[in-house]
């Protein structure tokens, strides 16, 4: 044998050993550590591991109709459901060859989400997801990168900045309701409807744009939503993609390049405008991508942030600014359509307050029956259903010693319908059980509860969202009453975010004397 081939003999043995490691000896390993401690669940396929399992049971309950029902966890999530009822609430299942341990305990999630010694960061993203949001602040599992990020998050999105948004929020429910207009007396989509709408406030509060300049940088977004939710169960060997590409991935790095350009533009016309307002204070402008700008220009390194950094903020923010409070907003019409009662409700406190003027700061802070439906509507059609961390040295999690590398899965959408915390009617629309506040909605059981996480990486646009929802509510509330249509479909599903997979639909009554 010449020393070539001995050297390529050697290689291919050792490419055999490392993929049988990977694929074979660290997840039989992993079944057996935690066996040990009493965590079971459905066992390893071969480089699949469970996907197949979890994709045919999704494509098979998707293909069954929905009844008009709250109890979502078993037509959007049917593994989680399936599995906790063969292995109780911490089971084992795999993603391809990585092992994520599912909790179904809001003390261990809680746990999880606030440990102090920052044991359980997020995941490095990789693949479609990092082609959509990038290793941004929603993103990162970098201490130093998150803080600088966050800081910035922090400063655009509270306080004074935040009620300087509310004109904003405003004249774009009111050009929506402008548009439907057309529509009273007759059926209207309202998902559609907001998706507009939300994608123009964050465009004009984030980004000091029009929607039509942010218009095609969403579609390329949802395009990338659409191929991450395709590709999400599919399992590719580690490092493949260098070699052979396939059309999916071909396409999406095509739609990846075009958004880089469309994010570019937006902000090479924000630094065409400073260079004339060289000298002043605010020369890049107040909002998120000024503050951005700032930072990307700022003479101190440590604070500094790069070009790549400012596009993987504005991917970030576009994209969460929108998607998420456009199925918040769609998901509770459908609930105030069918809960006629609590639409009353809300319309007499709405009245109440602001009689027919527009939404103030001051007002909105007192709208306490919206805020019990909203937090209603969040805990029954939360619109991020699970969230992960992963396990970065050995540690102590409640009784079970949690090993490097394991993905922890927080399931949101079954906290949230778990009975044991939320009593016999956890499946029922019942906004008061938040008449006095959280705690006692959850028997204490505060981890049961959590839309927007919980600890330091809770949502950053918490108070944008609570403002944006019930400026259009109320809003809308003002001036008409709606039912629900019969052309409704009832199919929750998770693209990325809860979906309403046909869209909402309901019947417009215009009310007498309205704005
Ligand atoms: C109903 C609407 C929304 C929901 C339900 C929601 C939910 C969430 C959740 C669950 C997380 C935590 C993820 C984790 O811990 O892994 C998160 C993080 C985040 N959200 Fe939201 N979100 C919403 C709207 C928004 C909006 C409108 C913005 C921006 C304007 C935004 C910006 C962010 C950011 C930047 C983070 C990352 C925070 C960090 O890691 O420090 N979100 N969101």
């Excluded at 990585?98 to 989400?113: A, G, S, T, W």
């Excluded at 201490?143 to 998050?153: D, G, P, S």
Aim: a positive charge.
């Amino acid at each position: 044998m010449s020393s070539l081939e001995g050297f390529l003999c050697f290689f291919l043995v050792s490419v055999l050993i490392s993929i049988l490691h990977k694929l074979w000896w660290k997840p039989a390993r992993m079944q057996k550590l935690m066996a040990s401690q009493g965590i079971k669940g459905p066992s390893y396929k071969l480089v699949y591991g469970n996907t197949k399992e979890i994709s045919s049971m999704k494509k098979e309950t998707m293909s069954s109709p929905k009844s008009l029902s709250h109890d979502i966890l078993s037509h959007v999530l049917p593994h989680f459901h399936w599995w906790t009822n063969v292995y109780g609430k911490y089971f084992l299942q795999w993603h391809g060859s990585q092992p994520q341990l599912v909790i179904r305990d809001p003390e261990l999630c809680k746990e999880i989400l606030q440990n102090k010694d920052r044991a359980y960061p997020k995941l490095k993203i990789k693949d479609y997801p990092k082609k959509l949001v990038g290793d941004s602040v929603l993103t990162t599992p970098e201490y130093e990168k998150w803080t600088k990020l966050r800081k910035l998050a922090n400063h655009a999105f509270h306080g004074e900045n935040l009620k300087g948004m509310l004109p904003a929020m405003v004249a774009s429910a009111e050009s929506m309701l402008e548009r439907w207009k057309n529509y009273e007396g007759k059926e209207i989509e309202v998902f559609e409807e907001f998706k507009l709408m939300t994608s123009e406030v964050i465009s004009k509060t984030a980004f000091g744009s029009s929607y039509l300049e942010g218009k095609l940088i969403f579609e390329l977004l949802m395009k990338l939503c659409f191929f991450a939710f395709k590709n999400f169960y599919t399992v590719r060997f580690p490092g493949m993609s260098k070699f052979y590409k396939t059309s999916d991935e071909i396409e999406t790095e095509k739609i990846e390049k075009a958004l880089h350009n469309s994010v570019m533009e937006i902000i090479k016309k924000r630094e065409e405008k400073a260079i004339l307002r060289n000298g002043e204070e605010d020369r890049f402008g107040s909002d998120y991508l000024g503050l951005l700008l700032k930072a990307h220009h700022d003479a101190d390194d440590k604070q500094r942030i790069s070009v790549e950094d400012l596009i993987n903020e504005c991917k970030a923010f576009y994209f969460a600014g929108q998607e998420t409070t456009t199925v918040l907003l769609a998901w509770t019409v459908l609930l105030l359509a069918i809960h006629a009662d609590w639409q009353e409700k809300a319309r007499k406190e709405v009245l109440q307050i602001f009689g027919e003027r527009t939404p103030n700061a001051d007002g909105i802070s007192k709208l306490k029956t919206m805020s019990m439906i909203l937090n209603e509507s969040l805990r029954l059609y939360p619109p991020v259903v699970s969230i992960s961390r992963t396990v970065n040295k050995e540690s102590r999690l409640g009784k079970f010693m949690v090993p490097v590398n394991l993905e922890l899965v927080i399931p949101i959408l079954a906290l949230h319908h778990e009975p044991e915390f939320w009593g016999p009617d956890a499946q029922l629309f019942k906004p008061d059980r938040f008449s006095d506040g959280v705690a006692k909605a959850t028997n204490n059981n505060m981890g049961a509860f959590m839309p927007f996480g919980i600890g330091p990486r809770t949502c950053a646009g918490i108070n944008f969202v609570a403002n944006e929802a019930k400026v259009a509510l109320s809003m809308i509330l003002q001036r008409y009453s709606f039912s629900l249509s019969p052309a409704y479909i009832h199919s929750p599903f998770q693209l990325l975010t809860l979906r309403p997979r046909h869209g909402v639909q309901v019947i417009l009554h215009p009310l007498v004397d309205c704005p």
